[in-house]
């Protein structure tokens, strides 16, 4: 690990302002941006802390939802009777992710922003775009087996790895921030990452210095909550495949679904046109079947990963069936 300088940040404007220095970066739980640090992955130049600027509470918004602090705890968020009650699909996510013990560390600003878990971002020896832009990408030649078939480039191919940010997705989740000077704004997170294209090191639409200080959920969706996740093993794994779904269901008919996917992109990934397909219809395969054809348009598979086009079929029909089972 290389040397860096550190400093503990009083508030959300000071922290802001410390990470637009150049070589920058802030610090919560530190569950991914440590053992980047250590592979010399990350090279900060210095550390802003941010464990004490507030930001830690789970509060009510006007409006009926739910604002969430980002250095609320996952553990914490998972557990919270407001969240289990009315954002199920959230707090089993969560619980899919990681290990009790890191879920106690990692926090909900730092759980959006962790970086792929891909073998070559990874291996400072081998190419990454995502790394170091106009290397190129080992993983399109390589062992691509946990990588993307939707919404990859010929410059990046890499997954995201957040079960709570699939979940946050099918919420239609707003992500708030803080830039450097006090500016703050609300971005959908629809609208939070980006997909590769030619600049894969550019993952989010935060500018730098910016700071996640929120996440807002709206009011609670009606309906079935499910996740599910597909995986090498049963805990302490990414996923190959997720589902998280919000299913309303009556007189035997789909009335309204709300799913997002993850394993499948560079971010959660969610096909609003499928959704419609599914309302109005019985739950059956037919209605699986023509979901599945919409979310998988455009889906191409780069050989050790082909294996994940049947497997989202299968996925995304076990999770819909399950969610339009009565309670």
């Known amino acids: 690990m290389k040397a ?21 970066r ?27 600027v507030g930001l830690d509470k789970i509060e009510p918004t006007a409006d009926g939802g739910l604002r969430i602090g980002a250095l609320v705890r996952n553990a914490d968020l998972a557990a919270d009777a407001r969240i289990r009650r009315g ?18 560390k990692a926090t909900t600003g730092g759980n959006l922003l962790q970086r792929t878990r891909c073998y070559y971002f990874y291996d400072t020896a081998l190419p990454c775009n995502k790394r170091e832009p106009g290397s190129g990408c080992s993983a399109l030649q390589g062992f691509n087996r946990m990588h993307a078939v939707l919404g990859a480039s010929d410059q990046c191919i890499a997954t995201h790895p ?25 971005i959908p997170i629809a609208d939070f990452y980006r997909l590769p294209g030619n600049t894969p090191h550019v993952e989010t639409a935060l500018q730098p210095g910016e700071m996640i200080t929120a996440v807002t959920l709206p009011p609670p969706l009606p309906g079935r909550h499910v996740y599910r996740k597909v995986r090498d ?3 302490y794994a990414f996923a190959l495949v997720s589902v998280a779904a919000v299913v309303d269901t009556a007189a035997g008919r789909i ?28 739950p059956d395969g ?37 969610a339009s089972t009565a309670a």
Not at 256 to 265: D, N, P
């Open 4 to 24: 860096f300088t550190y400093e503990r940040a009083e508030s959300p404007e000071a922290a802001a302002t410390a990470a637009a220095r150049p070589g920058a």
């Open 87 to 104: 954002y199920a699909v959230l707090s089993r996510a969560l619980l899919a992710g990681a290990s009790g013990q890191l879920r106690n």
């Open 26 to 52: 802030l610090i919560a739980g530190g569950t991914n941006l440590l053992d980047l640090m250590k592979l010399q992955v990350e090279t900060p130049l210095h550390l802003v802390d941010i464990n004490h």
């Open 162 to 186: 957040s079960d709570m940010a699939v979940a946050m997705r099918a919420l239609d989740a707003s992500v708030e921030t803080i830039a450097p000077g006090g500016t703050r704004r609300v």
């Open 233 to 235: 093993r049963a805990s």
């Open 286 to 322: 037919g209605a699986f079947a023509a979901a599945s054809d919409k979310v998988l348009a455009g889906a191409r598979g780069f050989g050790h990963n082909d294996f994940k086009l049947p497997l989202l079929r299968r996925t995304l029909r076990a999770t819909l069936a399950e």
């Open 255 to 282: 009335r309204s679904v709300r799913m997002a996917f993850g394993g499948l992109a560079h971010k959660p990934w969610r096909v609003e046109a499928a959704e419609a397909l599914l309302a109005g219809k019985a």
